[in-house]
């Protein structure tokens, strides 16, 4: 069974655990999602590292991001990793926002990074309205980090992925909201 194939199949086993009642002692849904989750972002990761070419230079990004405060940038399978929460008034960028996105560009590009993936994640499941909403909320975000980027280029991409990868318990009303986010994707590069 390939990567993809179990990923899959966790996924599967994480949808029907959710479908279930709950039994007493059991492992809560949150937990079979969180794996689903790990096992999809690694073969997607390795996938996306196969296509590219070149090696990255993940950990100065992380550095000049470190020390210029403001973010809180992390490093997982897909690469370096900056979450912006509260970022957007309705469809909009907030102010604060678009000046975070806009410094991250220029850092970015001073750093020659390979692609940036701009990821948008909602609380609650989003409606057929809302999803729109969210392409709109990822495009204003990858149009001030490209901005700020001082017309260095590099790939770019957008992905909404609604309610689908929480961080905090889904059920829990405060970890809940703390599941809206965008994530700035700086996709790490095979070595």
Do not use: Y
């Not at 912006?84 to 309705?90: D, N, V």
């Not at 907030?94 to 001073?110: F, I």
């Amino acid at each position: 069974m390939g990567r993809l194939d179990a990923a899959e199949h966790t996924e599967q086993e994480a949808l029907a655990s959710l479908a279930r009642p709950a039994k007493t002692g059991a492992t809560a849904p949150v937990e079979a999602a969180a794996r689903a989750r790990v096992a999809c972002l690694d073969a997607l990761t390795r996938t996306r590292r196969a296509m590219l070419a070149g090696s990255g230079d993940a950990d100065a990004l992380l550095s000049a991001l470190s020390a210029r405060g403001g973010w809180d940038p992390a490093r997982d399978e897909r690469g370096v990793i900056v979450t912006l929460r509260g970022a957007f008034k309705g469809t909009t960028l907030t102010p604060d926002a678009d000046k975070q996105l806009r410094e991250l560009g220029r850092v970015a590009g001073n750093r020659a990074p390979g692609p940036v993936q701009i990821v948008v994640h909602d609380a609650n499941a989003p409606s057929k309205a809302e999803e729109s909403a969210d392409t709109t909320r990822a495009q204003a975000a990858l149009g001030a980090l490209t901005a700020g980027a001082n017309g260095a280029s590099f790939p770019t991409s957008v992905e909404t992925m609604g309610a689908e990868l929480p961080t905090a318990d889904p059920n829990d009303a405060q970890g809940r909201a703390r599941n809206a986010r965008l994530e700035v994707v700086f996709v790490a590069r095979s070595e």
